[in-house]
């Protein structure tokens, strides 16, 4: 009688976690047709794409007189019901530039907002809950604002937090480490992010 018990048990917990872990929905391949996860990129998306229905411009990122990338942003005026998240953190109000080459490949994404909460443990938390990351520890540089860095075997996320008066401001960055230094001048293209640690230093152990 236990023993039929305890099978039980152990089938229905296989059965809710199967539909824990198969309930994610999958990110849409059009911005605006469901919620976009930055956090669930896989860098296969194209921003001709992704942004085919979308009022958005773009700004070249220059090398000499052609352009090595490209900054693509969403007008989010003219396209407020476009929900973009960092996994359970909406996003969508906040400024986020998609990177791209000038082929529309994805090179990675910022996101950049000011706001009076404290939100750091919970991006933190977005990020911890992911596997596969591993947190480089970062010195801390007097004066300049707290950086936060993971890394994946094919991404790096990076926060930067700072305060200025009442407020907290906030940069996100997510590449895809296909195009990580030196093979590739992020710190171009993810200008003032310092992506590539030319200012910060990971800590020694």
Known sequence: MKTSLVVRVVLILCVLLSFSFGSHAANPTILGQANFDLMEMDFSERMDTLLGQTDHYRVAI???PAAMAYNFIVRRKQDRDIRVSFGRLDVSRYRYEFKATPGHDLIG???SFVTSQDLRAQVVGE???HPGYRKVPIDPMPGYPSLYRW???DRI???AFATHEKDNVYSIAIVDRRYDCPAFPLERVFVGEDICLKTYA???R
């Open 127 to 129: 990020i911890d809950r």
């Open 151 to 153: 890394e994946s075997k």
């Open 157 to 159: 996320i990076q926060l």
């Open 62 to 64: 220059p090398d000499g």
């Open 202 to 204: 990971r800590a020694r």
């Open 109 to 111: 994404v910022a996101i």
